[in-house]
């Protein structure tokens, strides 16, 4: 969220999508919410899976995607646990 650019767009695609693509690859792991479709969080997702990095998708109860199930290594209803699984821990239920 360091690059916000909500209402911002237009005339920045290249600025922004190379700018994602950048910090996918730098980090260990994303964490994606697909609580709505969102083409931008899929493509983002799809990206950080064939890198090999750690997906976790957050949806809210949101029933995912086949495509979301299929890059994901990790679904999670729960925000917090999501976020515990980014760190391989699980929530005391």
Do not use: N
Not at 67 to 90: F, P, S
């Amino acid at each position: 969220m360091r690059r916000d650019f909500r209402g911002q767009t237009e005339g920045r695609e290249v600025e922004i999508v190379e700018g994602d693509l950048a910090e996918i690859e730098s980090c260990d792991a994303v964490l994606a919410a697909f609580t709505v479709p969102d083409e931008g969080t899929a493509m983002e997702a799809w990206y950080a899976h064939g890198l090999g990095k750690l997906v976790v998708a957050y949806t809210g109860g949101t029933p995912p995607h086949p495509w979301t199930a299929y890059v994901a290594d990790v679904i999670c209803d729960d925000l917090e646990r999501a976020v515990l699984a980014l760190t391989g821990q699980h929530a005391v239920d």
